[in-house]
């Protein structure tokens, strides 16, 4: 089945530690994107990518990096600069083939990050 | 600033009865909107979309959405509500076609048997 996987799916860290989640997608996707999700605030765009080795920040890219060196995987590091990382965090991906962007994103099952 | 509202945090509708989940968008230009849903602890999930043409957009679970130009609304819409569409769901919009979405806040839908 085609898909986006994320994880882990719950992650617990201590202040002060780096944390890096996953997203792997094999939908043959250029595009690919971070949000976070808080309680009564959306999705906030983190960082998205729409090539292999390029990025671009997106929102609330303070205190997270990224990397794009295949299409496939696109992993989200939280690093200790973010002040608040608590958070549901979701990764998407989406075709840029074949004309106009069609803004249908294909999102993972999330993977929720707590700072002890 | 270009924008899209969700004016409702909640909707509590009785199951059968129809649903109405209200967007409405500050765009200049020709915006496409979009919904999601999201169920507990999950992705989000596409619903539908509106680009050009017809003013009413059916989508998946038997959504659908009326693009109304004039009230700036894209208000999504089901003949008869189950228990199992209670859900987040999210309006969006991109425009320029910069391959960004921008996100309402969500509203809550809660389905009563």
């Known amino acids: 089945d085609g898909g986006i996987t994320q994880s882990p799916k719950y992650l617990f860290r201590k202040e002060g530690q780096n944390v890096t989640l996953s997203c792997e997608q094999n939908l043959n996707h250029d595009a690919m994107y971070w949000y976070r999700q808080d309680p009564g605030q959306g999705l906030r765009l983190i960082y998205y990518?729409?090539?292999?080795?390029?990025?671009q920040k997106g929102d609330i890219a303070e205190g997270y990096s990224v990397s794009r060196e295949k299409k496939e995987s696109f992993p989200l590091t939280v690093t200790s600069a973010q002040k608040n990382p608590t958070a549901f965090y979701l990764c998407a991906s989406s075709s840029l083939a074949g004309g106009p962007w069609t803004g249908e994103l294909f999102f993972g099952e999330g993977s929720r990050l707590t700072v002890l | 600033a270009q924008s899209v509202a969700q004016p409702e945090d909640q909707v509590n509708v009785a199951e059968g009865n129809p649903l109405t989940v209200k967007c409405t968008y500050s765009?200049?230009?020709?915006?496409?909107l979009f919904w999601y849903v999201q169920y507990p602890n999950r992705g989000l999930q596409f619903l539908l979309k509106y680009i050009t043409g017809d003013n009413l957009v059916k989508g998946s679970y038997g959504f659908e959405a009326e693009f109304n130009k004039s009230q700036t609304s894209f208000h999504l819409k089901k003949p008869s509500a189950l228990v199992s569409d209670s859900a987040l769901y999210f309006c969006?919009?991109?425009?320029?076609?910069?391959?960004?979405?921008?996100w309402g806040l969500g509203t809550s839908l809660a389905v009563n048997p």
């Open positions: 765009v200049s230009g020709n915006p496409y």
């Open positions: 969006a919009f991109n425009a320029g076609n910069n391959r960004k979405l921008i």
């Open positions: 990518s729409q090539i292999v080795n390029d990025f």
